[in-house]
């Protein structure tokens, strides 16, 4: 692959990662981590990107360090993954609407079987950061502190001039 070409790829996909990663946000999804992935593709080529990509990073982990903070935060986060699962599974069957459902029968389930795909490919990125988040944070209090640190950091570097 030539330069040019591989250059196009990679800004192409960085392009899209940040997209799909800011649709993460609002939508199932690992949100922070698609802008991170995005950016940390487009900070080969722009400034701005660059300029973000730690924050966001710092961001992220510090979201990864109190998910398993708690027992309790541990066990909602594994819901939701749970959750998440069943209801991809749902939209894979797509049973008939029920009877109180209010709408027409087209708005039952939209999206189709790549909405039930997405949600279970969700849930599992979920529970490979979970697992990786409860074996770096969890009872490891210097690891959290040099998040919060790097976080603090962040807010100082992001108020200063540039």
Request: charged fraction near 15%.
């Amino acid at each position: 692959m030539t330069g040019a070409a591989k250059r196009v790829v990679l800004e192409g996909l960085g392009w899209l990662l940040l997209v799909l990663g800011l649709a993460g946000i609002f939508l199932p999804g690992p949100g922070l981590l698609g802008i991170f992935a995005g950016l940390a593709l487009l900070s080969q080529q722009y400034e701005w990107a660059e300029r973000r990509v730690e924050p966001v990073k710092v961001r992220a982990l510090m979201a990864a360090a109190e998910g398993v903070e708690t027992w309790p935060r541990i066990a909602l986060s594994l819901l939701g993954a749970a959750i998440l699962t069943g209801c991809g599974v749902l939209w894979i069957q797509k049973p008939p609407a029920p009877g109180w459902w209010p709408l027409s029968e087209t708005w039952w389930l939209p999206g189709g079987i790549w909405t039930g795909v997405t949600q279970i490919v969700s849930a599992g990125i979920a529970l490979v950061l979970i697992a990786y988040s409860y074996r770096r944070f969890h009872s490891n209090p210097e690891a959290v502190q040099e998040v919060r640190d790097a976080l603090e950091e962040s807010k100082k570097g992001s108020t200063s001039p540039r």
